[in-house]
């Protein structure tokens, strides 16, 4: 299940994602906001990230003006790398090397159409591991107050 959620910068992208989903049968869970009034986007990322960490959802997708402010939020939740990404090549190698849970992007920063080519390359796209590995757990280490240098 793939969770979603934007605020009202980033509604426009989410919509273009969830017809993206729909068409391609892919399950998903839309947490929000539902208009284009104006909300606070460390909710909608509090209620992914958290979907997203909890294990209730594999990956997610969150959308705001700029992708930069509910990116910020989302990794505020443990377990989570949220990243934001405006091309393709970003959206491929986030996944491959930073096995990022969340894409984040921006409403006023993409068009629609791009919205959804980047969401079909971050959700298929696998995470290389290997050497990789080490460095995503150096993260985890830094999230946990463990890292040693
Ligand atoms: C809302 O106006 C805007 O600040 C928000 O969508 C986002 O761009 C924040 O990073």
Redesign the pocket.
């Given at each position: 299940m793939i969770a979603l959620g934007c605020?009202h910068?980033?509604i426009n992208l989410k919509n273009a994602v969830i017809n993206y989903l729909k068409e391609n049968n892919i399950e998903y869970k839309d947490f929000g906001c539902y208009s284009e009034e104006s909300v606070d986007?460390p909710v909608f990322a509090y209620k992914v990230a958290t979907a997203v960490a909890d294990g209730e959802a594999e990956l997610g997708i969150l959308c705001?003006?700029?992708g930069?402010?509910?990116s910020m939020a989302a990794n505020k939740v443990k377990g989570i790398r949220a990243a934001v990404v405006s091309d393709e090549f970003c959206a491929e190698m986030t996944r491959r090397h930073n096995n990022a849970n969340i894409l984040c992007m921006?409403g006023?920063v993409i068009d629609e159409e791009k919205a959804v080519k980047l969401a079909s390359i971050f959700l298929n796209t696998v995470f290389e591991g290997g050497r990789h590995q080490k460095r995503v757990d150096m993260i985890t280490d830094i999230e946990n107050g463990s890292f040693k240098l």
């Open positions: 605020d910068g980033g986007y705001c003006g700029t930069i402010g509910i921006g006023r």
